[in-house]
């Protein structure tokens, strides 16, 4: 378990993650999670407040879950 938090340099629970040109949710989840993963939108979608997966806009700051 502890490993996990080693890869990711912190015991931080979640990061925070600006939305660029071209990203996309599943090359988010691919970024953070190192591979896609479906249940991971949803924990992103509800710590957003996220109707539409597929609704990112340039500049948005995503809080990303990292449990």
């Known amino acids: 378990e502890l490993s996990k938090y080693l890869l990711y340099g912190t015991l931080d629970e979640q990061e925070t993650y600006t939305v660029k040109s071209g990203d996309t ?18 924990k992103i979608m509800q710590a957003n407040n996220m109707a539409n997966p597929n609704q990112l806009s340039i500049g948005q700051s995503l809080v990303i879950p990292m449990d």
Do not use: A, H, N, V
């Open 25 to 42: 949710l599943e090359g988010i989840i691919i970024r953070f999670y190192g591979k896609y993963d479906t249940s991971k939108i949803s």
